[in-house]
């Protein structure tokens, strides 16, 4: 009785063990695969780094989703769209020279993308590229000093894109 006793104690440490590095396990079998190849700096060219014209990704997989838009109608829209993950098309036309966000500008709509934990860092040569930033939308209110009344602080609100991805010709 004793021995079987042991056996189940053993079998019960096995699955247990088992569970737990498939769980430690998943979030690095989770992600999409972009085929590609990986640059220095951590961008993946979808038709191979070596070619111009490659696309190259920077953070997760987009995702396949039906929410796309274009900048000036995505912000035409901010207030519904709130929350929701969508893929949003401009062009670049001011990165930050720290590589922790950027501008893209569509028609005469502009703004400021920042990225999730600023774990996305773009090179500094990218103003003028068509770009489509995958994210969500999100307003932000936040005390900025008024410099027309003796610098006084006032609340502003501010639509900001946070972007979990970007792709764009190479």
């Not at 990165?95 to 999730?116: D, E, R, S």
Request: proline letters at 4%; a negative charge; hydrophobic letters at 40%.
């Amino acid at each position: 009785m004793n021995t079987m006793f042991n056996y189940h104690q053993s079998i019960m440490k096995y699955i247990t063990l088992l569970a737990l590095a498939l769980i430690l396990a998943a979030p690095s079998i989770s992600y999409a695969q972009v085929d590609g190849a990986v640059g220095a700096d951590g961008a993946v060219g979808a038709d191979g780094a070596a070619q111009d014209d490659a696309t190259v990704f920077y953070g997760e997989p987009i995702p396949p989703i039906e929410e796309y838009f274009n900048l000036t109608d995505a912000v035409k829209q901010a207030k519904d769209m709130q929350g929701i993950e969508m893929i949003i098309s401009g062009r670049i036309v001011g990165p930050c020279q720290g590589k922790c966000w950027m501008l893209i500008q569509h028609g005469k709509t502009t703004a400021q993308i920042t990225f999730v934990d600023q774990s996305l860092q773009l090179p500094k040569d990218v103003i003028g590229k068509d770009v489509e930033v995958f994210g969500n939308l999100e307003f932000v209110t936040e005390k900025v000093k008024d410099a027309g009344s003796n610098m006084k602080q006032k609340e502003q609100t501010t639509l900001r894109l946070l972007a979990r991805s970007i792709r764009f010709k190479k």
